[in-house]
């Protein structure tokens, strides 16, 4: 539900109100430089009203989560997604601490279960504060967007047609906009299964030259080797062992290729879990490593025959 720096505090509470409506809680954040010590990294920094954690289905991993008291006086204290705790105090027990945002410390209370994210925004690697503070922080009296949780057994289509209704009481229609979450969910879907149909036709093709260059470099090979393979024959090698030589010798070849493929993605993954969220699953490194060797075996064969049905007598003319 977002209306951008429009929404105040009375349209939270009428919200909240709304028959149907468990509980609702508001969005007013901002990208800030946090510190710790000699440590700092770049955080969403945002303000948290009581049902933060009903919404979100959150939790506190350690610590506590605000009190009362410290929502209604705009108290200077935080919880922390577990990211930020990695990278500011790097193992030390963060609770009791105070970090510094802006020119202003803040003691931490809490630690937030580890939640992932999506895209750009992490969950893991913000900073929140109660909403009070956080408006006082950022000197203003105006929210971004509220989040609310409906009651189970009624129709999300429905409730979002109320809401609607309630705003436009305030606002015009293009002023403000509700989204359910599943919506956003189908959306990033589409959206991924486009980049990967992209991203599997771009890697397909790339397959396939590399295929036909591990099948090239195999031919000249087989041609270098003449001689080499003549005289394995006349000292009784058998066509299936030249066979299962030069197979074997394709697929290192694209086997060496895809650990470093491989290697490299790693190193790539670790450097974009910096902006964005990335995982490296075990899954995905074998498949990796299974389809590079099937590409040599695949693009092996027409080499390794070449090479097995030569005639061992021309093979040693060969010059």
């Keep these: ?55 979100l289905n959150w939790g ?18 935080v919880v922390l997604g577990v990211k930020v705790v990695d990278e500011l105090f790097k193992g030390r027990d963060p609770l009791g601490s105070s970090i510094t945002l802006a020119q202003g410390r803040y003691k931490v209370v809490g630690i937030l279960e580890s939640k992932g994210g999506f895209g750009q925004f992490d969950f893991d690697a913000t900073v929140y504060m109660p909403l009070s503070a956080a408006q006082s922080f950022f000197g203003r009296d105006t929210l971004d967007s509220f989040n609310f949780k409906v ?30 979450q599943g919506d956003l969910f189908r959306a990033a879907d589409s959206i991924l299964s486009a980049v990967t149909l992209a991203l599997g ?27 080499e393979i003549g005289l394995r024959k006349a000292l009784g090698a058998r066509r299936t062992d030249i066979l299962w030589q030069f197979l074997l010798e394709a697929v290192l070849l694209s086997g060496v290729g895809g650990i470093i493929g491989i290697s490299l993605g790693l190193i790539g993954s670790l ?17 990796s490593f299974s389809v590079a060797a099937l590409i040599g075996i695949v693009f092996g064969i027409l080499p390794a025959y070449k090479a097995a049905k030569l005639d061992p007598i021309e093979a040693l003319r060969y010059e």
């Design 271 to 287: 450097l974009l879990s910096r902006f964005l969220v990335t995982t490296v699953t075990t899954w995905s490194v074998l498949l």
């Design 151 to 180: 009651m189970e057994e009624l129709d999300h289509q429905q409730m979002i047609r109320r809401t609607e209704e309630l705003f436009r009481e305030r606002f015009n229609e293009d002023e403000f906009s509700v989204i359910e």
């Design 201 to 227: 036709g771009i890697a397909a093709i790339s397959l396939l030259v590399g295929g036909i260059g591990i099948m090239n470099i195999m031919l000249v090979t087989v041609t270098e080797r003449t001689r």
């Design 60 to 77: 506190v991993k350690s610590g506590r989560f605000f009190s009362k008291s410290e929502f209604s006086s705009a108290s200077k204290v």
């Design 1 to 55: 539900f977002s209306n951008r720096g429009k929404f105040s505090r009375g349209d939270l509470e009428r919200l909240r109100s709304l028959d149907g409506v468990e509980a609702a809680t508001a969005d007013l954040d901002e990208f800030i430089l946090a510190r710790f010590g000699d440590k700092s990294m770049l955080s969403l920094v945002g303000g948290a009203s009581e049902d933060f954690l009903k919404v």
